[in-house]
């Protein structure tokens, strides 16, 4: 399988574990699990990256295809425990200044408590 | 001296791993960082993608095929089909901060092709059509 998603409740926020590849291939199956969540009304997302091997602009944009209307409903995207080359994909684009990234799970969590938009 | 290395599949997404993991084990070879070698495949996914999503519309039954030439001063990475040509005054690369402001979806690859890559070009010879990727081999990309 190259890829699979789990997902966590923990404390109000929906974990999204991602293990494998996200690329135009196996793109669908990464944005469906956004668009339920928001379906659900699930606004706290975090993207921890712990089990993502790597990431194509296609990843980049089903999380910007939902990222809108998290926002406007006073959510917002967390991502965490990105490997060196997917933070760099990020990087590349500039995405770094729209999404919050932290080392850790736990602070991406927590976060939300005080939360501050970028 | 130069050397080449083909790759030829067909135009499917199931194929993008297949291109990736082949493009990091050349640039490897050509003595790119694994880091560089990284962007490289990353750049290349984004080729193929745009090959099949565009020039192709998903049509499995057609081919891409990737050239390697790696010479003494840079590598090219030739992404080569014969569907629907692209041309270098149809790429428009989006302006980022307005991209960002309004949460805009789609036209990324472009950005990470031209970012990652020493040169990015369009061309055609005959009824092959190809994405011409370009890195320069130097001490700021060696492993």
Do not use: W
């Not at chain 1, 293990?19 to 291939?25: M, P, Q, R, S, T």
């Not at chain 2, 130069?2 to 493009?23: H, S, Y």
């Not at chain 2, 090219?76 to 402001?101: A, C, F, Q, W």
Request: contains cysteine; negative net charge.
């Amino acid at each position: 399988m190259e890829l699979t998603i789990k997902i966590e409740n923990k404390e109000g926020a929906a974990v999204i574990c991602p293990d494998g590849f996200i690329n135009a291939h196996t793109v669908n199956r990464f944005e469906e699990t956004l668009q339920n969540l928001v379906k659900e009304k699930q606004y706290r997302l975090v993207l921890n990256g712990q089990g993502l091997e790597y990431i194509s602009s296609a990843g980049l944009g089903a999380l910007m295809g939902v990222i809108e209307e998290i926002r406007d409903n006073d959510g917002d995207i967390h991502l965490c425990n990105l490997s060196e080359s997917v933070f760099n994909v990020f990087d590349i684009l500039g995405f770094t200044e729209l999404y919050e990234i932290f080392e850790e799970e736990a602070p991406a969590i927590s976060a939300f408590g005080g939360h501050n938009r970028k | 001296m130069k050397q080449f290395f083909n790759v030829e599949f067909a135009a499917d997404t199931i194929f993008l791993k297949l291109a990736t993991d082949v493009t990091v084990s050349i640039c490897q070879l050509a003595g790119f960082s694994n880091s560089t070698a990284k962007d490289i495949s990353l750049a290349v996914d984004e080729a193929v993608t745009n090959t099949i999503k565009h020039a192709y519309h998903f049509d499995r039954r057609r081919r891409v095929t990737l050239q390697f030439t790696i010479t003494d001063t840079e590598l090219t990475i030739d992404v080569r089909h014969n569907g629907i040509p692209i041309s270098d005054t149809e790429i428009h690369l989006p302006d980022m901060e307005e991209y960002m402001k309004r949460y805009r979806k789609g036209g990324l690859g472009i950005v990470l092709m031209t970012r990652i890559m020493d040169s990015v070009a369009y061309g055609s010879v005959a009824d092959i059509h190809y994405c011409r990727l370009v890195m320069k081999r130097g001490q700021s990309h060696a492993g």
